[in-house]
């Protein structure tokens, strides 16, 4: 099975940069996902990282250690828009994922 | 091109009360698989399929089952509705094949009284 976690909740100022941290533990590492939610939706993914490093798309980069058992979400120049819920997931395997418990964000203006 | 689309939106049942949430995908995925999402616990898959005809239990199978008798179709049954189960549940599907993401349909907000 999986352990992943992350923070409850974070809040930061409209135009600032937001890290999410994700540690995870599992036997069988596969890729790891980042997803949105904003509140009363559904999920939306944002990015996947599987090799070591920074991966960059737009305003949101995440950045993983296979080593460490540790990933990143950068959200930059936040929006009033990116308050929402951002969900870890790691695949174990081949197809199953797992997900954390998300990290609730709210940008203040 | 609709995607994953999931219903019922809303549902109220009473403990004991059998019923369906529909799953269905255009998109010719191999994978799907049902989530459950509580607060303060993320989202905890149910059941999930990797094609027609096979199924596979995931972290929170009890009390639930599934069927894949078609690539398109993903049905959740609640056997014996308990309020253990008032939850919102997702169906997701993806091809299965490495980067794919997953799906979600829009969600199934249950309550069991």
């Known amino acids: 099975g999986q352990n992943i976690d992350q923070p409850t909740e974070m809040t930061a100022t409209e135009g600032a940069i937001v890290q999410i941290n994700c540690t995870y533990q599992?036997?069988?590492?596969?890729?790891l996902f980042w997803y949105q939610q904003h509140a009363g939706e559904a999920p939306t993914f944002l990015s996947y990282?599987?090799?070591?490093g920074l991966e960059e798309k737009g305003r949101f980069s995440s950045f993983l250690s296979r080593s460490k058992g540790y990933s990143y979400l950068l959200l930059k120049e936040l929006q009033m828009k990116d308050s929402a819920s951002y969900l870890c997931a790691v695949r174990d395997g081949d197809y199953k994922l797992s997900f954390g418990a998300g990290t609730t964000v709210t940008v203040r203006a | 091109n609709a995607g994953v689309t999931q219903t019922p939106k809303f549902q109220v049942l009473k403990t004991g009360q059998s019923m369906t949430l529909q799953c269905a995908q255009d998109m010719n995925h191999e994978y799907m698989s049902w989530y459950r999402q509580d607060p303060g616990m993320g989202l905890r898959l149910i059941h999930y399929s990797v094609g027609a005809g096979i199924t596979d239990q995931g972290e929170v199978p009890n009390g639930y089952n599934v069927s894949r008798s078609t690539t398109e179709d993903f049905p959740l049954r609640l056997l014996s509705a308990a309020p253990s189960q008032t939850s919102v549940y997702f169906c997701?599907?993806?091809?299965?094949?490495?980067?794919?993401?997953?799906?979600f349909g829009s969600g199934t907000q249950l309550s069991v009284l």
């Open positions: 997701a599907s993806s091809s299965g094949e490495g980067t794919e993401k997953l799906f």
């Open positions: 599992t036997s069988g590492f596969n890729g």
């Open positions: 990282n599987v090799l070591d």
